[in-house]
């Protein structure tokens, strides 16, 4: 979708209805529920996750086309992110025509909260509005992801206030005392690593299987040069393809000894989490080259912190 077509709905300046209100079914009315219920709706995950952020994502991931995590904290569910096309994501659906919500939401640039006494406002750019704008439902929030090649939602997070502050998605401005997540020491650093590496997996997978491609099988020595060029990329501050110790892909691949016809990469940095950084990657022409190519046939994936690298192969099995 491009930046005209926001603004030309935005200046209609639709007031929300009805449906702006708090879900009263779907995963929107998870938020706030206890873990009790949660296990209840969704029976126990396939795994738990670290997170940087306070809360464990709860990881559903039998089917596909119903993936879903859902953070936890202290008992009670704080948020959810779906992506897979089968879930209930009332008042929404996934795959929904982009215009039909913006036809549907005045969706501002600037959203207030009151939070424990404190104040904050995030500023949305035209890119976070084209792409992943938010909107308050009742006393929660809705962010939503924006497939711009196919100009459909793509996957949906639902937030509480206090997830949304300490995640901050979005340019902040605020008075009072800023909610920012306690600083991992390293075990839990690698533990969020290996969540968010599993995460960005598994989603990859979701729209692979969305997009009528066979899913990519996980290579652990993929990942492991995967790990080693996020590390690197953190440990030399220098965002980059090609590494100035280690090379390219093909001489870490080489090094690792890993045997391949065809690999491709992705990076990215500074991204909230898993699930954000592919629907980056998803909204960039190259990026998602790779994630939908049906050539790839195996992945690693390796995230240092907040530096992410997938690395794409094609492994002859024949």
């Given at each position: 979708?491009?930046?005209?077509?926001?603004?030309?709905?935005?200046?209609?300046?639709?007031?929300?209805?009805?449906?702006?209100?708090?879900p009263?079914?779907?995963?929107?009315?998870?938020?706030?529920?206890?873990?009790?219920?949660?296990?209840?709706?969704?029976?126990?995950?396939?795994?738990?996750d670290?997170?940087?952020?306070?809360y464990?994502?709860?990881?559903?991931?039998?089917d596909?086309?119903?993936?879903?995590q859902?953070?936890?904290e202290?008992?009670?569910?704080?948020?959810?992110?779906?992506?897979?096309?089968?879930?209930?994501?009332?008042?929404?659906?996934?795959?929904?025509?982009?215009?039909?919500?913006?036809?549907?939401?005045?969706?501002?640039?600037?959203?207030?909260?009151?939070?424990?006494?404190?104040?904050?406002?995030?500023?949305?750019?035209?890119?976070?509005?084209?792409?992943?704008?938010?909107?308050?439902?009742?006393?929660?929030?809705?962010?939503?992801?924006?497939?711009?090649?196919?100009?459909?939602?793509?996957?949906?997070?639902?937030?509480?206030?206090?997830?949304?502050?300490?995640?901050?998605?979005?340019?902040?401005?605020?008075r009072?005392?800023?909610?920012?997540?306690?600083?991992?020491?390293?075990?839990?650093?690698?533990?969020?690593?290996?969540?968010?590496?599993?995460?960005?997996?598994?989603?990859?997978?979701?729209?692979?299987?969305?997009?009528?491609?066979?899913?990519?099988?996980?290579?652990?020595?993929?990942?492991?040069?995967?790990?080693?060029?996020?590390?690197?990329?953190?440990?030399?501050?220098?965002?980059?393809?090609?590494?100035?110790?280690?090379?390219?892909?093909?001489?870490?691949?080489?090094?690792?000894?890993?045997?391949?016809?065809?690999?491709?990469?992705?990076?990215?940095?500074?991204?909230?989490?898993?699930?954000?950084?592919?629907?980056?990657?998803?909204?960039?022409?190259?990026?998602?080259?790779?994630?939908?190519?049906?050539?790839?046939?195996?992945?690693?994936?390796?995230?240092?912190?907040?530096?992410?690298?997938?690395?794409?192969?094609?492994?002859?099995?024949?």
């Amino acid at each position: 979708m491009n930046q005209s077509l926001y603004q030309n709905h935005h200046n209609n300046n639709i007031s929300n209805g009805p449906s702006a209100e708090r879900p009263k079914e779907g995963l929107g009315q998870l938020i706030g529920q206890d873990l009790s219920e949660l296990i209840k709706k969704l029976g126990e995950p396939e795994r738990i996750d670290e997170s940087l952020y306070g809360y464990q994502w709860y990881i559903y991931n039998l089917d596909y086309s119903r993936y879903v995590q859902v953070g936890v904290e202290n008992n009670r569910v704080v948020t959810v992110y779906a992506i897979g096309e089968n879930n209930e994501v009332t008042p929404f659906l996934l795959g929904q025509p982009v215009e039909e919500i913006f036809n549907s939401y005045n969706i501002d640039t600037n959203i207030e909260i009151e939070f424990n006494g404190n104040s904050y406002r995030f500023e949305l750019s035209d890119t976070d509005l084209n792409l992943r704008p938010l909107i308050p439902l009742g006393d929660i929030f809705v962010q939503l992801y924006i497939d711009n090649f196919t100009g459909t939602l793509s996957s949906i997070r639902f937030l509480n206030n206090e997830a949304l502050i300490k995640q901050h998605p979005y340019e902040l401005v605020y008075r009072g005392e800023l909610i920012e997540p306690t600083n991992p020491n390293e075990t839990l650093w690698r533990s969020i690593e290996e969540g968010a590496e599993k995460e960005i997996f598994d989603i990859t997978n979701v729209l692979r299987v969305r997009h009528d491609l066979n899913p990519v099988l996980w290579d652990d020595e993929t990942a492991k040069v995967a790990y080693g060029h996020s590390k690197d990329m953190s440990d030399s501050d220098d965002f980059s393809h090609i590494s100035k110790q280690f090379g390219d892909l093909s001489d870490r691949l080489k090094a690792a000894k890993v045997t391949y016809l065809s690999a491709g990469e992705n990076i990215a940095a500074n991204y909230s989490d898993g699930p954000a950084v592919v629907e980056g990657w998803l909204n960039s022409k190259t990026h998602r080259e790779s994630l939908l190519s049906e050539e790839f046939t195996h992945l690693g994936v390796g995230v240092y912190q907040k530096y992410y690298t997938q690395n794409f192969i094609r492994i002859d099995e024949e």
